[in-house]
């Protein structure tokens, strides 16, 4: 009986932990991206793509797992990180990203902007964006 718990238990928290994809305006050209690339992109350091276009940043406005992983991904604190945002974008440095309030509206907004990046649950991910990174 205790093993069935367990098990239970492990799927339980399997299916409910976010697999969380990185996705971007299919006109981007980089075909990866790692950690340390997306703390820079999202503490909005880094603003140009390699090809020197412009990177569009989409953030999730809800405390949801996706939003949890990928901010622990990239180590950053959502509100240190929005407290960056707000002094760059105060100084003139780089406007603070649009927050969107579900997986569907950052795919939307992201396959229709050019140089566009945000982050989704995996299962909710379509053709309509190219995906970078899955983070597990």
């Known amino acids: 009986m205790k093993k069935l718990v367990v098990v239970l238990f492990l799927i339980f928290i399997v299916e409910n932990y976010a697999q ?4 971007v305006n299919k006109s981007v050209g ?3 991206v790692n950690s340390s690339k997306l ?10 793509w390699s090809d020197g276009s412009k990177i569009v940043v989409f953030d999730q406005s809800s405390d ?4 949890a992983s990928f ?10 990180l929005k407290k960056e945002w707000l002094k760059k974008q105060f100084s003139g440095e ?8 579900s997986d569907d509206e950052v ?3 992201v396959a229709s ?4 990046i945000g982050y989704v649950k995996s299962s909710s991910v379509n053709g309509n964006v190219k995906v970078l990174l899955e983070i597990k």
Request: net charge positive; aromatic share 6%; proline share 4%.
């Open 30 to 32: 980089e075909s990866s």
């Open 64 to 67: 949801n797992d996706q939003k």
């Open 113 to 116: 902007t050019q140089g566009a």
């Open 94 to 101: 780089a406007k603070a990203p649009e927050s969107l309030s």
């Open 39 to 48: 703390a820079s992109i999202y503490s909005l350091s880094q603003t140009k």
């Open 71 to 80: 901010y622990k991904f990239i180590a950053k604190e959502p509100q240190a």
């Open 20 to 23: 969380v994809s990185v996705v």
């Open 107 to 109: 795919l939307k907004k």
